[in-house]
């Protein structure tokens, strides 16, 4: 009987353990978790011979069109005097997924010696705008102070841009991250967009060439600008 008691005693304070162990580890974060599920990439075109270029990474066939500071959706196009978009995608054989990060990609624009390696999809957005969105028309009129003759006070100091709405631009983030090429395992083909820093103008780009190395080798592709 004893023998049987410190069992008892022993497996009790197991399943206490247990139970302390589950309830302090950490839960996922859950902005992170709605951050990923929300990364649903662009539908990948017909073949890789639809893009302006192709490149072989070991089995899998990286393809990419240059975008400039065009940002294009399936929701709506904006652009970014900040950064440059590529679109990519990765077509491959049979259904094993493969492992992709945005960080996986560099560009070298003009043939700078030191590319410049992708950035996340959140950073575009201080710089993102929709060129289609207009301010209401009283917006426009801020800043303009009535003189005796109904003109404009020359003194005063320029009147700030008008700012779109913060449900607008939320929602126009949110397609700009649905867009993004998602990241994680995921099953071929996939594509989405990545965003590199370029703050110059797109008429002044001359040549792009876009390097791959990740899970499925290595890869450089030449785009048109």
Request: hydrophobic share 40%; with cysteine.
């Amino acid at each position: 009987m004893p023998g049987s008691v410190q069992w008892k005693i022993a497996m009790m304070a197991a399943v206490a353990a247990a139970f302390c162990v589950g309830q302090s580890a950490p839960n996922p974060d859950p902005q992170a978790k709605d951050a990923q599920a929300q990364m649903k990439g662009l539908t990948p075109r017909a073949s890789a011979a639809d893009y302006q270029a192709q490149a072989k990474a070991g089995t899998v066939t990286i393809a990419a069109e240059f975008d400039a500071h065009a940002v294009s959706t399936p929701e709506g196009i904006y652009s970014t005097e900040d950064y440059v978009a590529v679109e990519v995608a990765f077509f491959g054989e049979g259904d094993m997924p493969l492992r992709l990060a945005q960080g996986d990609f560099s560009i070298r624009i003009n043939g700078k010696p030191m590319p410049s390696p992708a950035e996340p999809y959140a950073r575009i957005f201080p710089s993102l705008k929709d060129l289609e969105w207009e301010p209401p028309a009283s917006a426009s009129k801020a800043g303009k102070t009535s003189l005796g003759g109904g003109g404009q006070d020359l003194n005063a100091p320029p009147p700030a841009p008008p700012k779109m709405p913060f449900e607008l631009k939320r929602a126009m983030q949110q397609k700009v991250q649905k867009a993004a090429l998602p990241e994680g395992d995921r099953p071929l083909p996939v594509a989405g967009l990545i965003f590199f820093p370029y703050r110059g103008k797109a008429d002044g780009i001359r040549t792009v060439e876009l390097m791959y190395e990740g899970a499925a080798g290595k890869a450089t592709l030449a785009l048109h600008p």
